[in-house]
């Protein structure tokens, strides 16, 4: 199949289910907006248009279909040092250099780099997640009045129980309509959308960031964009690894890295912030049945037509429906299994699971937590992989050449071994060193060679390295300093 045929076998999906599934996601970004918008230090609207055109656009540039974009925490965090010092303004042109970095990223197909993060780490990111959405929900539950709690219990029980009557629609959607039909129809006094802070009630308007264009403007905000660019590269192409493994289908990875640039570049056009995919709405998105382009691009439409024709409908939405429902997200999203793989994973794995969660938690940094665990991961196989080679010696008859034979990996992990594993005490008249079964990765491992054949021509009068494959000989012949000491020797 070609790519435009598969590209628009994307959109075909049940327009009904994903209509309804992006409408439950459009819903659920709400809120999430506005708070990002206030921890970055904007205005609401900046977030809510964020949501509104990142979406939009993601739609049709991304390559991971039915994957949910808009502003988020991960990146909303690393705006508020900028906007303070130096105005919205500044933030819009950060914005649209981390687009272009994004774009860079799609087209030198930094997407591969997904293939080093390993099943662990990828659990410990999804777990973490899942904590942080629910801990994310605790100003929701604190200080509320007690019907909220029975209306979050109620939404829960609907969110669950309704697809056992029927699945012709998302029950995350009826949960949020009953809940609001019970607060209009008692006149509860609970908290709504409209007390989450001021909604626009405008299209969002094209226009250019209005700052110098300078190199001193570039120095300010090249950091933050660059920051902000692998920070929201990290998330999106794990979330679309989770959003692979849930739906059992494929995704483009550097497509996904460009189409967030371009995404972002629009948004900070429109006057919103930065953002990348969230996995929170992902899974909602994929929970109600959505699979496809159309689902997003109904997601990003249905919040700009909330916000600026049915504002006042959206307004009376209790904030104990959407809280019900990213409950049953982090619920949803947590990979209950692993807890019982605990004890029968290698030990290595689940240090590595739970390191990445510990991070993620203690930091709220999803980004640290990664790379803790991916460091941790190299540290675990780069010791596993030191035990994989073996030196074996033989001394021939005459006691005066000993062999020793290399087998397996030599890198930094395992040069010390290969080291200390040859004797040059020994009065010897020649000393041989068979590598035909081995192979020589890295510089540290050349360095090896060179420190014990040097050392060995000190004591012994012939020194044979044999039986280089092409890549170490080709290693050896660049880096080692062993044959060019011997080559600069006199002939006798």
Known sequence: MNISASYLREWRFSPRVEFLSGLVVALALIPEAIGFSVVAGVDPKVGLYASVVIACVIAFAGGRPAMISAATASTAVLMGGLVRDHGVQYLFA???????????????????????????????????????????????????????????????????????????????????????????????????????????????SFGLPHVPLTFGMLG???????????????????????????????????????????????????????????????????????????STLVAGACLLALLVIFQRLLAIVPVAALTAVMIMVSINTFSWGSLKRLRTNPWQSSVVMLATVGTVVATSNLSMGVLVGVLLSGVFFAGKVSHLS?????????????????????????????????????????????????????????????????????????????????????????????????AALPVP
């Not at 692998?230 to 059992?248: K, N």
């Not at 060995?456 to 092409?470: C, T």
Request: hydrophobic share 50%; with cysteine; glycine share 10%.
């Open 390 to 486: 073996r030196i074996t010696s033989s001394l021939s008859p005459d006691g005066g050449t000993r062999t020793y034979s290399v087998s397996g990996q030599v890198f930094f992990a395992s040069a010390a071994t290969f080291t200390e594993s040859i004797d040059l005490t020994e009065t010897l008249h020649r000393l041989v060193i068979d590598v035909s079964d081995a192979h020589f990765w890295d510089i540290s491992a050349i360095a090896a060679l060179d420190r014990v054949v040097m050392k060995a021509r000190r004591h012994v009068s012939q020194v044979d390295v044999i039986g280089l494959n092409d890549a170490s000989a080709t290693m050896v012949e660049r880096f080692a300093l062993h044959d060019k000491e011997n």
């Open 220 to 294: 300010i905000i090249a950091p933050v964009a660059l920051t902000l660019a692998a920070v929201g590269l990290l998330e999106s192409l794990l979330t679309a690894q989770i959003v692979d493994d849930m739906t059992d289908t494929p995704s483009g990875k550097n497509r996904e890295c460009a189409g967030q640039g371009v995404a972002n570049m629009a948004s900070a056009l429109f006057g919103g912030m930065g953002g990348c995919a969230m996995i929170g709405q992902s899974v909602i998105n994929v929970s109600s049945g959505g699979r496809g382009r159309l």
């Open 94 to 204: 950060a914005t649209i250099l981390m687009g272009v970095f994004q774009i860079l990223a799609g087209a030198f197909r930094l997407g591969r780099l997904m293939r080093f993060v390993s099943q662990s780490v990828l659990t410990g990111f999804v777990n973490a997640l899942a904590i942080l959405i629910f801990l994310a929900q605790r100003p929701q539950l604190t200080g509320v009045p007690p019907i909220t709690y029975g209306l979050i219990a109620l939404g829960l029980a609907i969110i669950y129980g309704f697809p056992y009557l029927t699945r012709a629609f998302p029950s995350p959607l009826v949960a949020i309509a009953v809940l609001t039909g019970i607060t209009a129809a008692f006149g509860l006094h609970v908290r709504t959308i409209a007390s989450l802070g001021q909604l626009p009630s405008t299209l969002p």
